[in-house]
């Protein structure tokens, strides 16, 4: 809506509050109301004027915490998989270095 026809809406309204405050209080509705219909989809919800991320036990600073899971197996089984190839190639260098003949 352009500020004219709020104006308008405002006067018809007969309220008590300032245009200004009006307005304000108006258009922080215009956006509870476009951020509920959004709440599922982005995670978000509103909180007396404060939008921030819903706590719901299944995040951790806004990540899945099924993800972070993952993240974490795979970190801890890419190391261990890096420490087994180390020490299956020092073993295999000490055969070797004792199969030769001297």
Known sequence: MTKNKKYKQYKSGGGT???KEWLRQDL????????????????????????QPCITGNTVLG???YLIYAGVIVA???????VYQKRKNR?????????KPQ
């Open 28 to 51: 922080d509705n215009e956006v509870k109301q476009e951020l509920a219909q959004y709440k599922n989809v982005s995670g978000y919800c509103a909180a007396a004027n404060n939008y």
């Open 63 to 65: 990540v899945n915490k």
């Open 17 to 19: 509050l300032p245009f």
């Open 76 to 82: 801890v089984g890419a190391i261990v998989y890096g």
């Open 91 to 99: 073993t295999v260098t000490a055969i070797k270095a004792s199969l």
